[in-house]
């Protein structure tokens, strides 16, 4: 779909239904992740630990800490309206997540064309870096918003 609106002009005018669709996102909901703020190419989200979602060594698990990422990521790159999907992760864990601590996701655009981005994203606790996540985006030609 074609649309005279720029990127940034589309996240403007739309940023309160594209933040509501990540917001509402029903796997972020189930598992507690709060959405905090959305920018152009950009996401904030934090997550509170809880025991189930810890592993056998009493640590947070990785696939807690990958899909916090995740969830930032996808809302960076979805920020602009138009419909993108993950093609590739590189994920790097340097420290363990606590019982009972807070997480920190943060996703910052790198680069973005036409068809793809992207994005680096760091997990913090109590300002420990926990990880670091590379990944690349598919930009799609759908938008999710009612752009003219």
Do not use: C
């Amino acid at each position: 779909m074609k649309t005279n609106m720029t990127e940034q002009g589309i996240h403007q005018r739309y940023y309160k239904q594209i933040f509501d669709t990540f917001e509402q996102e029903p796997f972020a909901q189930f598992l507690g992740m709060k959405l905090i703020e959305m920018g152009e190419g950009t996401a904030t989200a934090e997550l509170d630990i809880k025991d189930h979602m810890l592993n056998s060594h009493g640590t947070v698990h990785g696939a807690i800490i990958f899909s916090l990422a995740d969830y930032v990521f996808a809302a960076a790159s979805n920020s602009y309206g138009k419909t993108s999907v993950g093609l590739s992760t590189n994920i790097n864990f340097m420290a363990p997540g606590q019982k009972g601590s807070r997480l920190k996701a943060i996703a910052i655009e790198e680069k973005r064309n036409n068809r793809t981005a992207w994005y680096k994203i760091r997990v913090e606790s109590d300002g420990e870096l926990l990880a670091s996540m590379e990944a690349l985006v598919y930009r799609k030609n759908h938008y999710f918003v009612p752009v003219e």
